[in-house]
């Protein structure tokens, strides 16, 4: 692989950089309290919020930097962010 | 050779330096035009609204923007999406537009922008030094600097040419002194759209931003390549090396008219002492030159007319076999008291053969008027030090000490 001119790529080229290691706290859903709002996916600012068959959602720990955000907004405290141990 | 101008009269106007930019502009058929007025470039931008507003750039958008961080930005898309773009700023608008002046670097958009050359405030002053454009050196950017009307209009083509060159890909600031040229009138022949046609081919980028076929523009980079980019950056500007040469000599051969690529060498052949200048102030030192020839003094003078890339070896090879010589630069690095044009030709020589006493003198500073004299007396000045060494080696050439 070489550097094109500027750096310019191939689009989604991104999904080879995978940053969840930047995470300090993982977000987890406590599925007995999720109303299936759908806030956290739209506000996830990483696509890393992904739907499930059954209307729930499941992160994408591949990619979420544990930001929070979902945690922040979900209207029912349904997201604990846990720190992230060896 | 020195500078060649085979003028055909006919052809020749009294034009604002502005207004022959704006006009070389023009011919050079620009896509995108941001614009975002200060002074001393507001006539610029002015006049290409005007011929905007008469129809007489097509192809073309021009967009007033909010700011000079917008006006740059403006042509990161643009430049991106494949248009040959154009701004025009000075003084605190380049200030304000440095960390984009990084990002078009980087993403190897070859814009070119006039810098109408203003000191930089506090305290506020709008007349001419380089403090402004020396002091973005560091982006990556092409600087050339012109010396009168003629040439800052024809280098406009000229930049253009290298910048689009698929063996550079940078964008270049083409420097003009504010007020001394943009606002002067002088007698020149506007940038000729025939011959520029001829010279100047259309813009055709590898990569262009376009929907039909999605590409990342502006990617980051992690530590594990993020050198190689900067590598590649500088290898871009010893490309231009050549290429600045190139397209003078081009230029020569369809325009008829010639002032050098990277430097440019008056009267230095056996000069004993050698004045090294960018910018207008080369026109007065050319007749100070003329002067002490007269009377027997073996001055040259030194025009560097492209201070990035830096032409270490074109100036190597034109002082190597001086006396002395004197650096005169209109800006300064405070805390190191010394102008660049004076820094960087010294460390240059540093590690070469060539051992000629070096000293730097700042002039010019926020516009104050530089007359033969003040170039009569570092000369002088300079005289001493053949004989007995250098005193000091950077100062104020015109400082008012009563002032202090």
């Known amino acids: 692989m070489s550097i094109q001119l500027g750096g310019v790529c191939e689009p989604g080229t991104t999904r080879v950089n995978k940053t969840g290691a930047w995470r300090t706290f993982r977000p987890v859903y406590d599925y007995d309290k999720c109303i299936k709002c759908k806030l956290c996916e739209l506000l996830c600012p990483d696509m890393a919020v992904l739907p499930r068959d059954d209307g729930f959602f499941e992160f994408d720990y591949d990619y979420c930097k544990g930001c929070g955000i979902c945690a922040n907004e979900c209207p029912k405290d349904a997201i604990e962010m846990v720190l992230e141990e060896k | ?404």
């Open chain 2, 1 to 404: 050779m020195t500078v060649i101008r085979t003028l055909d009269k006919d052809k020749m106007d009294v034009a604002e330096g502005s207004y022959a930019v704006a006009h070389a502009v023009k011919v050079c058929r620009p896509n995108v035009i941001s614009a975002y007025p200060i002074t001393p470039q507001t006539h610029i931008v002015e006049d290409l609204s005007q011929f905007m507003a008469d129809g007489e750039i097509s192809n073309c958008e021009y967009i007033n923007v909010e700011s000079e961080f917008s006006a740059l930005s403006a042509l990161v898309g643009s430049a991106a999406a494949g248009a040959r773009c154009y701004s025009a700023t000075t003084s605190q608008g380049l200030e304000l537009m440095h960390e984009v002046l990084f990002n078009v670097s980087g993403m190897r958009l070859p814009v070119v922008m006039t810098i109408a050359n203003r000191a930089v405030s506090a305290p506020i002053n709008i007349w001419n030094d380089h403090q402004d454009s020396i002091s973005q050196r560091d982006t990556g950017w092409i600087q050339m600097y012109a010396e009168d009307l003629q040439e800052i209009s024809d280098m406009t083509a000229q930049a253009y040419k290298v910048a689009e060159d698929k063996d550079v890909m940078m964008p270049a600031m083409t420097c003009m002194d504010g007020f001394i040229l943009s606002h002067v009138y002088e007698p020149l022949v506007l940038l000729e759209q025939d011959l520029v046609d001829e010279y100047l081919p259309a813009y055709e980028p590898e990569f262009t931003l376009d929907p039909k076929n999605p590409l990342t523009f502006g990617a980051f980079a992690d530590p594990t390549a993020y050198t190689e980019f900067r590598y590649l950056q500088q290898q871009a500007m010893d490309n231009a090396l050549p290429k600045i040469e190139e397209a003078a000599n081009e230029f020569y051969e369809i325009f008829g008219r010639y002032y050098g690529g990277l430097i440019d060498e008056y009267e230095t052949e056996d000069a004993d002492i050698i004045l090294m200048a960018m910018g207008s102030l080369v026109g007065t030192i050319r007749d100070v030159v003329d002067k002490l020839r007269a009377k027997g003094v073996k001055a040259g003078l030194l025009k560097v007319r492209t201070f990035r890339p830096f032409p270490a070896e074109a100036i190597k090879n034109a002082i190597k076999d001086a006396k002395v010589v004197v650096a005169l630069d209109k800006n300064i690095s405070l805390g190191l008291n010394e102008g660049s044009l004076f820094t960087e030709t010294k460390a240059s020589l540093y590690n070469t053969k060539v051992d000629v006493p070096i000293v730097g003198r700042m002039i010019g500073h926020g516009g104050r008027d530089i007359p033969e004299k003040t170039i009569e007396d570092i000369v002088e000045e300079a005289k001493g030090i053949i004989s007995s060494g250098i005193n000091t080696e950077s100062k104020y050439a015109d400082l008012k000490e009563e002032l202090l």
